[in-house]
Structure formats: structure tokens, C-alpha cells
């Protein structure tokens, strides 16, 4: 394989990943219960909303690399890769399986942004260094939304 497709194959993953993440967050948003009703439901959209961006930045870059973007089955089937849920869990639950998905969001980021180093990408470094960053505060809130 090439640079251009060991990187798009690297962000292609990342989109499935992004992608399942983006369900749950809206799911979550719509199902979320409890005293912390409010707060959740605020923190689930405004985390839904910028996974539903970003599917967007790495699916044009991945076109940009001249390859195409995973879509319908293929993408679902990338998705599927990551944990569901069967049942609606606890808000508290909630929260820890959001910020699980942005852990390992960010190690398949991390991993994407090695591969785009080794090929001399600055233009998906700076995308993956963006995302790296928006998805590292995600989790801190998160933690910081724990019931303890």
C-alpha cells in the first residue's frame, strides 16, 4: 500500500469508530434519565453534535487521500467493531461507556496520527492533533460527570 492509502485505510477505521461513538452519544441523548437529567442531556447533545462533525472532517479527508469513504453497509459494518448496548443503562452507565468509546477513540487517533507521520501528512496530522484535542476534553468531562 501507499502512504496516501495507509493513511485513508488508519482514518477509515477511525470513521466506523467515530461513528458507533456518535450513535451512542445520541442514543444516550435521547434515553438519559435521573436527577442529572439536564446536565446529561445537555452534555450527550453538545457531544453527538461534535461527532456528527467530525464524521464529516474524516470522511473528506479520507476522499481528499483519492479514496472513498466507507458509507451503508461498509460503514456499518466498521462500526459494528465497537460496543453496543442491548439494554438502555444507567445514566451513570451512560457516562462510563461514553467516555470508554473516547478512550479508545483517542488510542485509534493516536495510532491514525502515527501512521500519518510516518507518511509526512501534515494536513491529517492537523486534523487527527484537532480531534485528538476536542475528543481529550470530551473525556475529562465525562470523568468529571462520574457519580462517584
Request: charged share 20%.
Given at each position: 500500500?501507499?502512504?496516501?492509502?495507509?493513511?485513508?485505510?488508519?482514518?477509515?477505521?477511525?470513521?466506523?469508530?467515530?461513528?458507533?461513538?456518535?450513535?451512542?452519544?445520541?442514543?444516550?441523548?435521547?434515553?438519559?434519565?435521573?436527577?442529572?437529567?439536564?446536565?446529561?442531556?445537555?452534555?450527550?447533545?453538545?457531544?453527538?453534535r461534535a461527532l456528527f462533525e467530525s464524521l464529516d472532517e474524516i470522511a473528506e479527508r479520507i476522499r481528499?487521500?483519492?479514496?472513498?469513504?466507507?458509507?451503508?453497509?461498509?460503514?456499518?459494518?466498521?462500526?459494528?467493531?465497537?460496543?453496543?448496548?442491548?439494554?438502555?443503562?444507567?445514566?451513570?452507565?451512560?457516562?462510563?461507556?461514553?467516555?470508554?468509546?473516547?478512550?479508545?477513540?483517542?488510542?485509534?487517533?493516536?495510532?491514525?496520527?502515527?501512521?500519518?507521520?510516518?507518511?509526512?501528512?501534515?494536513?491529517?496530522?492537523?486534523?487527527?492533533?484537532?480531534?485528538?484535542?476536542?475528543?481529550?476534553?470530551?473525556?475529562?468531562?465525562?470523568?468529571?460527570?462520574l457519580e462517584r
Open positions: 500500500m501507499t502512504d496516501r492509502q495507509n493513511t485513508a485505510a488508519a482514518l477509515t477505521d477511525l470513521l466506523g469508530e467515530t461513528y458507533a461513538l456518535y450513535l451512542r452519544a445520541h442514543g444516550y441523548h435521547w434515553n438519559v434519565e435521573g436527577p442529572n437529567f439536564a446536565s446529561l442531556h445537555a452534555l450527550f447533545e453538545e457531544d453527538y481528499a487521500l483519492g479514496a472513498y469513504a466507507p458509507m451503508g453497509g461498509e460503514l456499518r459494518r466498521i462500526a459494528a467493531r465497537y460496543a453496543e448496548d442491548n439494554e438502555v443503562p444507567s445514566a451513570n452507565a451512560m457516562v462510563q461507556n461514553l467516555l470508554s468509546g473516547h478512550e479508545s477513540w483517542l488510542e485509534g487517533a493516536r495510532a491514525a496520527l502515527d501512521v500519518a507521520e510516518e507518511a509526512g501528512d501534515p494536513a491529517t496530522e492537523g486534523l487527527l492533533g484537532e480531534l485528538i484535542t476536542a475528543h481529550e476534553k470530551t473525556a475529562w468531562m465525562l470523568r468529571s460527570s
